[in-house]
């Protein structure tokens, strides 16, 4: 207990070791312990995202993961049993998975494991409680949709990605309006297997939390199936333009590329190309600006293979068509010119700097490993990645530029015109 | 504990003073003097390869004469980050360059100057601060930037209506003192304040003497030794806490806003008195805290914001509630049920419950470096850093006294503080709302 509760201040210095597979016998997790850490994180990650839904079943991978969390344990949601034991738990949705993030005390692993456990074996999937789980992923919907950069970034991943590994995250109210208990009930005896699942875990990851992720893993059916087809289709020659509008005070433009997953060797170079694109238009201030502030923000959605890289231009800090404008004059000089010896030291600079700040909170290392586990790469990638980026050569970010900067969909988020 | 409104902006006199260097074996904690006068504390972690490091200072945010300029605080920190020395480069473009991230925050009694870099470039980031805040340049165009920010932010800060009646709280629970002044301000009240005031400020804000480094993360001790010594002539002393005094008895305050809303404040317990000041501290978490919170459960489909929070001054601490938007009439009646439970003991399954949450809570809001470091400096400006959460372990001041709270003596430390007399401020949206 004591060793558990000791704070990281009061402990020697320990930097993160790489992290290590641990077989579990039920499933295999993949740990990067801190000695200072007086939390655990552990996610699990089970192969049940959009990619496994129809296309009638839009939202039914969030779906189904909410009803799990609603599911009661002695009368309380799973989700409450969580905090009142001293912990968190959420769920997010991706192309090829669905991960749950824990993050409890230490001494909460034993009665929240023996939940999360009794409701993978036994979930609710009743009227009241699908319904109740509906309304939380509508909620959900309605806050993506009002942000422009999430509805933005949907247009371009549903235009960029073959079948329903591109559907929105939480699907639309519309379509979870026509999904019911069965729906869920068939999504959970179909993908929720124990072979298509395994744990990451982060911060003080003892035998106690193995024996907790084990638990929770193990209340799983056994089988497993084969890993959904995550494919992406061709751009055309010449780009498409979609457009939509929302209830948003200024237009959004996005462009959005292929680009090389986190396990792809050309990774770095596109590190190095986006601390570049942000830098540019970036203007001059005081402090680190906010999203929000910024004229360009990107969105590299690297833990998906194939992976997305979006250039948002916010409309307002920045007038859409001049920021595409730049950013046409940006590609085609990386396409035509190498970098500069000097140009390309200081971006790499920044890129290893953005890097070692990409994923700090236990949660955020734990999904990072989650995703080189996911693309079939090393579970330490991430702290390979300064490394390659200081080797990256300006061929590297030529060779980039040409085969994923080339080419690319450009989305349009305009304000809704009012009578 | 720091308080939400307070982290929401983000996200030590009696420190034991050693020399550089004698503060143990790499990885140990350390404390000790720089060498320009001013302390240092280090407070090496794992996790991610990561290190944040901080200046604070104790400064009025309002400056340190009679006639207050809200902001001044603000503008002079992000001035002398903007301003390029004749040799190297700004802090912001240093922060910038590395992939670094760099906030200033401007509390009514401190100011913090903040940067996050990997860990391996943490010597240089603590040579970058204290070379731009030991003998702070302060250049025409780092001003302008720094207006353009301090103007930007304030306002953004305009349209939350939250932070408005936070102003309003603050302003109607104090006669005077630095509480009184708004950190923020409005754009006329800073505008043609001269660089001569803003470089006076600076000057005796940001002397070495009166400089908190704190440093967490990925490090060891030795990155002290990167500290600049900076300028000889500063007086080397710490400023001390300035007092603030509370107004007394007030009637309710009516105001503009965008939108409909209110808010409620009490002077709460001082931070030297730990037991209180956690109890404060649980009470804003079991009533407030984001999805946990019981009034925040009972209010989640009213449309309102509300936020809660208790935070942690020198004397007397301030526990303040903010509600804008949506249902009123139903955040009404949830807040003072609310607050009305809260003065009697919680059965004892509900409060172990409740003090599992806190105590998670308050390991998770701390869980990186820089939210470390946030809570460090502000609890040692404040003039208590070995009450500070995450000093000390299990048999730590703060955890001991979260472990041992009682629900009797929760709702007795409720009782004596919110049956007093507080501040209530209720906002209106203009005739007519808004134009759209």
Redesign the interface.
Known sequence: MMRQLLLAATLALTLAAAPRAVDLGNAKMYAQSDDGAQLTGVEIIVSAGTARQTVAQNGLAALTAQTLLFTKVNGTRLSDRIAAAGGSVDYAVAPGTVRFSLEVLPSALGSVSADFARVLAAPDTSADNVAAAREAVGVRIDAEERNPVTVGVEMLHSAYYSGTAGAPEYGTRASLAQLGPSDVSAFLAAHYLRGNTFATATGLVDDTASAAVNTVIGALPDGSETPPAVTAQAFPAEPRHLVTSRDIGVPFAFVGFAAPAMSDRQFAAMLVMRSLLNDVAARQSTTTLATYQRGINIVYAYDVKPATFTVAINGSQLDPTAGLTVLQAILKTALTKPLAPDVLKRFQETARGEWALEAVTLTDRAWLIGAAVNEGGDPGLAQSVDAAIGRVTSADVQALAKAYLQRYTVALVLPRRRN | MIGAVVRAALLGAALVLSSIGAGG?????ANGSLPGGGTYLI????????AAVALWYRAPAGGFGTDAVPALGRLAA??V??SRPVTGTSL?QF??????????NAYPESIAVSL????A?ASDAVQALTRSYFAPVMTDL?LT??RR?VV?DGAIRSFDSGAVITDAIYATLFASGPAKIPPFGTSSSYANVPIDVVRAFAERAFRPGNALLIV?G???SSVVTAALPGREDAPPNAETPAPETLAGVRGPVQARGVEAGFGLGWAGPPISDEREATAFDFIADYLFYP??GVVQKAVRNTGSSVVGTFVTYHNPGVFLLTASGGDQAAVHAAVDAGLLAIRHPLDAAAFA?AR??F??HI??DD????A?ADTYGWYSVEGNPGYAP?????A?RY?AAANALTPEFVAATAAKYLDRPGAAITISPPPGGLP?
């Not at chain 2, 995450?390 to 299990?394: D, F, K, N, T």
């Open positions: 074996d790499a990885g140990a904690p407070r090496p972690g794992g996790g991610a390869d990561v992000s001035a980050a903007a912001s922060a910038r360059q590395i992939g670094g991230r760099l906030t200033i996050v870099v990997p860990a470039r780092g930037l720094a920010s930007e967490t990925a490090v060891d999805d946990t419950a599992h949450q105590i998670y390991l998770s869980e990186t470096a820089s470390l995450g000093e000390g372990g299990a730590g955890l759209r």
